[in-house]
């Protein structure tokens, strides 16, 4: 399979510290000293609080204990780092062909033409834009310049704080990631790193598999941080882009089975996670894919497609259990089990009719999806959800 390489230039631009840095620029005197934003965690420690071994997640007590009269602790005003990041971000707008907002105190520059329209290389344009963040919006940052985004994103993950970073050269980039662990690649996390663990330790080991193999193990969303770390320009974190599918997904903790009353409520568990996150996005589908694989790794896929885009609750979860009952073969023992959401569309209000029953349930679904995300988000566990 071939893929165009990428003729793009980013720049991975990274607040340092960010929420310290917010509080530095309206109090000067906490400048020097051990600064620690915090919510019942660290959330963001200044360098000199780092010095002492205080890492974003420290508790509290923790870092207290270490730090004793030299802590300085300010609970977080994120109304106010809003007002920050977005002057940052519109400052940004003025030296890149576009950006993309990857968090509160980072971005992704498109500059491809802007450094040599300067008439600069790509390390000064680096030092250049670091002192002019510095100088206007008085928030240290360090900037990292790829051929991809994940490529940016990773460099500035092994060469913070402060620093530029200017990588295109294969040869040093191949030497760079052959020493870095593949779980230093962004959104390979925990359960993904299970997956991988056995077949690669190092990011070049996971950028050297095949495109299919990835896809038969991870599936869609790290073909594409693949493609990222193989020259290609694919990933979007543009607002504006709608997703290209909603998926969630439950393993049996190596169990295999055919037990149907089980499958099924693992598929709810799944729909519901993928619901949620359909409604929370302002988003209606068009399409629902149910999908198992066996005891042997095999997969099986069973689409249906909606002739107009929906978002109601039922009508979605009916087809789900048409799909079930008609086409899953109860005699095979399975592993796992994935519902996938796609073909969306940004959900607008239609006038049905004086009494319209459909805006009003996607408006109390929306305040009721997004409540449960969010608490199980706090929680980091499938604490609340829907049952049929």
Same mark, same amino acid.
């Given at each position: 399979?071939?893929?165009?390489?990428?003729?793009?230039?980013?720049?991975?631009?990274?607040?340092?510290?960010?929420?310290?840095?917010?509080?530095?620029?309206?109090?000067?005197?906490?400048?020097?000293?051990?600064?620690?934003?915090?919510?019942?965690?660290?959330?963001?420690?200044?360098?000199?609080?780092?010095?002492?071994?205080?890492?974003?997640?420290?508790?509290?007590?923790?870092?207290?204990?270490?730090?004793?009269?030299?802590?300085?602790?300010?609970?977080?005003?994120?109304?106010?780092?809003?007002? /920050?990041?977005?002057?940052?971000?519109?400052?940004?707008?003025?030296?890149?062909?576009?950006?993309?907002?990857?968090?509160?105190?980072?971005?992704?520059?498109?500059?491809?033409?802007?450094?040599?329209?300067?008439?600069?290389?790509?390390?000064?344009?680096?030092?250049?834009?670091?002192?002019?963040?510095?100088?206007?919006?008085?928030?240290?940052?360090?900037?990292?310049?790829?051929?991809?985004?994940?490529?940016?994103?990773?460099?500035?993950?092994?060469?913070?704080?402060?620093?530029?970073?200017?990588?295109?050269?294969?040869?040093? /980039?191949?030497?760079?990631?052959?020493?870095?662990?593949?779980?230093?690649?962004?959104?390979?996390?925990?359960?993904?790193?299970?997956?991988?663990?056995?077949?690669?330790?190092?990011? $070049?080991?996971?950028?050297?598999?095949?495109?299919?193999?990835?896809?038969?193990?991870?599936?869609?969303?790290?073909?594409?941080?693949?493609?990222?770390?193989?020259?290609?320009?694919?990933?979007?974190?543009?607002?504006?882009?709608?997703?290209?599918?909603?998926?969630?997904?439950?393993?049996?903790?190596?169990?295999?089975?055919?037990?149907?009353?089980?499958?099924?409520?693992?598929?709810?568990?799944?729909?519901?996670?993928?619901?949620?996150?359909?409604?929370?996005?302002?988003? $209606?589908?068009?399409?629902?894919?149910?999908?198992?694989?066996?005891?042997?790794?095999?997969?099986?896929?069973?689409?249906?497609?909606?002739?107009?885009?929906?978002?109601?609750?039922?009508?979605?979860?009916?087809?789900?259990?048409?799909?079930?009952?008609?086409?899953?073969?109860?005699?095979?023992?399975?592993?796992?089990?994935?519902?996938?959401?796609?073909?969306?569309?940004?959900?607008?209000?239609?006038?049905?009719?004086?009494?319209?029953? $459909?805006?009003?349930?996607? $408006?109390?679904?929306?305040? /009721?999806?997004?409540?449960?995300?969010? /608490?199980?988000?706090?929680?980091?566990?499938?604490?609340?959800?829907?049952?049929?």
């Amino acid at each position: 399979m071939k893929f165009l390489t990428s003729n793009k230039v980013y720049a991975h631009v990274d607040c340092n510290s960010f929420f310290v840095g917010c509080e530095t620029y309206r109090n000067p005197n906490l400048n020097w000293k051990c600064v620690c934003v915090w919510n019942e965690i660290v959330l963001a420690a200044s360098y000199e609080a780092k010095k002492y071994g205080i890492k974003t997640w420290t508790p509290v007590w923790e870092a207290r204990k270490i730090l004793w009269s030299k802590s300085i602790f300010i609970y977080p005003d994120l109304n106010y780092y809003k007002v /920050i990041s977005r002057r940052f971000t519109e400052f940004l707008k003025d030296f890149a062909n576009y950006i993309q907002i990857f968090s509160i105190d980072e971005a992704f520059m498109d500059i491809t033409w802007i450094a040599e329209m300067n008439k600069m290389d790509y390390f000064d344009f680096a030092v250049f834009l670091k002192h002019e963040i510095k100088r206007c919006i008085w928030i240290s940052v360090s900037v990292w310049i790829s051929d991809t985004k994940i490529r940016s994103k990773i460099f500035s993950d092994i060469n913070k704080p402060f620093w530029e970073f200017i990588a295109f050269d294969e040869n040093d /980039i191949t030497t760079i990631l052959q020493d870095l662990p593949v779980t230093y690649t962004p959104f390979i996390w925990r359960k993904t790193w299970e997956k991988l663990k056995y077949i690669c330790k190092t990011i $070049e080991d996971f950028r050297k598999l095949s495109f299919w193999k990835v896809d038969e193990i991870l599936w869609k969303n790290w073909t594409d941080l693949w493609l990222e770390l193989n020259w290609v320009d694919v990933m979007d974190f543009s607002e504006k882009t709608l997703p290209k599918s909603i998926s969630r997904t439950a393993s049996f903790n190596k169990v295999m089975t055919k037990n149907k009353d089980f499958l099924w409520q693992q598929f709810v568990i799944n729909f519901n996670r993928a619901y949620n996150e359909l409604v929370r996005n302002n988003l $209606e589908m068009k399409i629902i894919v149910l999908y198992l694989r066996d005891k042997e790794m095999k997969r099986y896929f069973f689409e249906y497609k909606f002739e107009t885009y929906t978002v109601i609750r039922k009508d979605v979860l009916y087809q789900l259990r048409e799909l079930f009952n008609k086409r899953v073969d109860f005699s095979i023992l399975y592993r796992s089990t994935w519902v996938f959401l796609s073909d969306f569309n940004t959900f607008t209000p239609k006038q049905l009719s004086t009494d319209d029953f $459909e805006n009003k349930n996607f $408006e109390k679904n929306n305040k /009721i999806n997004t409540a449960i995300s969010n /608490i199980n988000k706090k929680y980091a566990k499938k604490i609340v959800n829907f049952w049929i």
